[in-house]
């Protein structure tokens, strides 16, 4: 039987993670849309949405979905109206009436199975299999010198260099315990230098964790961009083109000698963990040192915050929040 499980690509920003999003989307099976913002802020508002198991409940949660203008819908390019109704007639569960949404953006292009990509979904993976019990995870990974290199540039990001060196460490160090905690058939890892020398052999091997049968057309993602990327997002204008090894290790050029230093020093034994290997540049000043480290434990706390409150409504969930609507998940719903 092949595969209905949900995928989600996830990874540091500035990763890789748009390219790996396409090369998905051509495969004749599976649709990955551009990003959303419906899917985590949706879950946190849950308790708002009341009792899904009554239709007006699920009714008010897909008008949010579809009119908020921060959830991004428009990118899926769906009938709203019908969306609705569909959410409405669905499994009276949010993981339902999200996964609802993304399997009818795949159901426009004639496919069965669909992904969801959004970077900053590595930390949010707990979250998701709650949503999604059977979700499948892939994790791309890039020389964190070249993410932190090509943060810097773009126009949306608007912190500094300390910030981007700890959201790569956080990208890693978030990977390794999922790769400690998830069973070996939902959680998978690949590098972005691997995948652009030999997209072929890499997207075979992710194909096989997957369950599907590579295509040729995952090489040639290009096809797609047009269709699969939103054209306001020039930042993303190189996957319009051959996939291609030139970014790699153009830190050596975009970044300067004392943002070498910093991402050498904070980041060094997770570059080398990796495969990269280091320039051997002077360790950075403790100022430096001591500026990641502050903008690390600011951003831990902000997430213990946010997690203790989630799990206080956990209690208060007024229904079940799981997606019914795999053939795995709907295996399990059986046995209850």
């Not at 428009?74 to 499994?91: F, Q, S």
């Not at 998978?188 to 652009?196: A, C, G, K, N, S």
Request: hydrophobic fraction near 35%; proline fraction near 6%; glycine fraction near 6%.
């Amino acid at each position: 039987m092949q595969s209905d499980r949900p995928i989600f690509v996830i990874g540091c920003p500035r990763s890789g993670t748009t390219m790996l999003q396409l090369m998905l989307h051509s495969h004749p099976r599976i649709a990955v849309p551009p990003e959303t913002r419906f899917v985590v802020p949706g879950y946190y508002r849950r308790l708002a949405f009341g009792d899904l198991r009554e239709q007006v409940n699920r009714r008010r949660l897909a008008r949010w979905i579809v009119g908020d203008k921060d959830t991004k819908f428009k990118e899926l390019r769906l009938d709203g109206d019908k969306l609705v109704e569909d959410i409405v007639a669905g499994p009276p569960t949010l993981g339902s009436a999200l996964g609802i949404a993304f399997r009818s953006y795949a159901e426009q292009y004639g496919k069965s199975r669909w992904g969801d990509k959004r970077p900053s979904y590595f930390h949010h993976v707990d979250l998701l299999l709650r949503l999604f019990p059977d979700a499948q995870f892939v994790h791309l990974i890039r020389d964190g010198r070249d993410c932190v290199a090509s943060l810097k540039e773009m126009p949306w990001y608007t912190k500094d260099v300390f910030h981007a060196v700890t959201n790569w460490a956080e990208a890693i160090d978030y990977g390794r315990r999922h790769a400690r905690d998830l069973p070996a058939d939902s959680y998978y890892e690949l590098r972005y230098e691997d995948l652009t020398a030999y997209p072929e052999t890499e997207l075979s091997k992710l194909c096989d964790f997957l369950g599907e049968e590579y295509d040729p057309a995952m090489s040639e993602p290009y096809h797609v961009a047009r269709m699969a990327i939103p054209q306001h997002k020039v930042w993303h204008s190189n996957t319009h083109g051959d996939v291609t090894t030139a970014r790699a290790g153009s830190w050596r050029s975009r970044l300067e000698s004392w943002e070498i230093s910093i991402c050498e020093t904070v980041l060094g034994e997770r570059l080398t963990a990796n495969g990269y290997e280091l320039s051997g540049a002077p360790k950075a000043s403790k100022s430096h040192v001591d500026a990641c480290a502050s903008v690390a434990a600011k951003r831990r706390w902000a997430r213990r915050r946010k997690g203790f409150r989630d799990r206080i409504n956990r209690f208060r969930e007024p229904g079940p929040v799981a997606a019914q609507l795999t053939t795995r998940q709907l295996g399990e719903l059986a046995k209850v």
